[in-house]
């Protein structure tokens, strides 16, 4: 399955703030509502439920994020969606490319393994 997200996407790690009633952070305002938006492109291209197999994810950005906190980002916001738990995923490529004055885009693939990922 291939889905493309437009535009900015938010840093889970960066985007963290602190609770009054104690020492708990919480994901911001402006990362919900990107994770309720990717969710939403996920849902129209997965259209099944979450896969109990291992999953390879692949991506593509011409964002300049750091590569980890994207990763991160797009591992939670499939979760629950694509497969049940991000522990699934055993494989993982992410790519970044020259911005060139084209719109911030990700295009991301998912392929679902066989139940043993070292065939």
Known sequence: MKFTLDGRIMSKKNNMVKTQHGPWFVPS?????????????????????????PVKITFVTNLRNDIDGLQTSLLDMMEGLVYRNDNQVVRIDGTKIPKAGKPYKTEIEVEVMSDNPNR
């Open 29 to 53: 305002h402006e990362y919900c509502d990107w994770e309720r938006d990717a969710r939403w492109v996920v849902k129209m291209a997965w259209r099944r439920s979450p896969t109990e197999k």
